[in-house]
């Protein structure tokens, strides 16, 4: 199992806001930049998020990251359908020298 | 435009290797570290590690050391991953992606996966 925990899911009406957790330790958030992807279903992960809290080009502003601590944070504004997808954080863990990947978060839009 | 192009599904016995091709177009295969994730059916992404396709030098996860091999083949810019002695457990899509932070970047700063290749289904079945 990974040692980033995310919540399995989350859910709101269109045009709401969702957050989703990221909690990890001092051997990967804490020390190190987290990235959030999108997956869309039957479809390749997309970067979102990088470096905690910057955005790729193309990505709307709808979407923004933040970290605090050993645990970080993606926040969805203005909901729309097509935000329906599996959602990953993922850093760094020094200890495992490994990258890991949270459980992942499914949004769902009510 | 940056693309990534993998080998199409694959199904093997258990006991066999697989080896899956990853053809980078839009940008210089040796400028940028190839990392590796897998997603096995229904479960979450899974580093499995990473070739710097300019030395060739590799990063695996622990739980696959010995058992997977990167190598990359620069003149036709196209990396591979094989995995050997399959299992059921191995049953996965896996999916090549471009680390944007580039072949020198050093530390937990890296990392940054910016392209992704569209998966490679492989179904280890008796």
């Known amino acids: 199992q990974s040692v980033l925990t995310q919540p399995p899911s989350v859910s709101a009406a269109p045009g709401q806001k969702v957050t989703i957790s990221c909690s990890g330790s001092?051997?990967?958030?804490?020390?190190?930049?987290v990235s959030w992807c999108q997956q869309l279903p039957g479809t390749a992960p997309k970067l979102l998020i990088y470096d905690n809290d910057r955005r790729p080009s193309g990505i709307p502003d709808r979407f923004s990251g933040s970290k605090s601590g050993t645990s970080a944070t993606l926040a969805i504004t203005g909901l729309q359908t097509g935000d329906e997808a599996d959602y990953y954080c993922g850093t760094w863990d020094s200890s495992l020298s490994a990258y890991v990947f949270g459980t992942g978060t499914k949004v769902t839009v009510l | 435009q940056v693309q990534l192009v993998q080998s199409g599904a694959e199904v093997k016995k258990p006991g066999a290797s697989v080896k899956v091709s990853c053809k980078a177009s839009g940008y210089t295969l040796t400028g940028y570290y190839m990392h590796w994730v897998r997603q096995a059916p229904g479960q979450g992404l899974e580093w499995m590690g990473r070739?710097?396709?300019?030395?060739?030098?590799?990063n695996y996860a622990q739980i696959f050391q010995g058992r997977v091999t990167m190598t990359r083949d620069t003149s036709i810019s196209t990396a591979y991953m094989e995995v050997s002695r399959l299992t059921s457990d191995d049953t996965a899509v896996y999916y090549c992606?471009?680390?944007?932070?580039?072949?020198?970047?050093?530390?937990?700063?890296?990392?940054?996966?910016?392209?992704w290749g569209q998966g490679t289904l492989v179904t280890v079945s008796s």
């Open positions: 992606a471009r680390d944007s932070t580039g072949v020198y970047c050093s530390g937990g700063s890296c990392f940054v996966f910016d392209f």
């Open positions: 001092s051997s990967n958030i804490g020390n190190n930049y």
């Open positions: 070739i710097n396709p300019n030395s060739g030098d590799t």
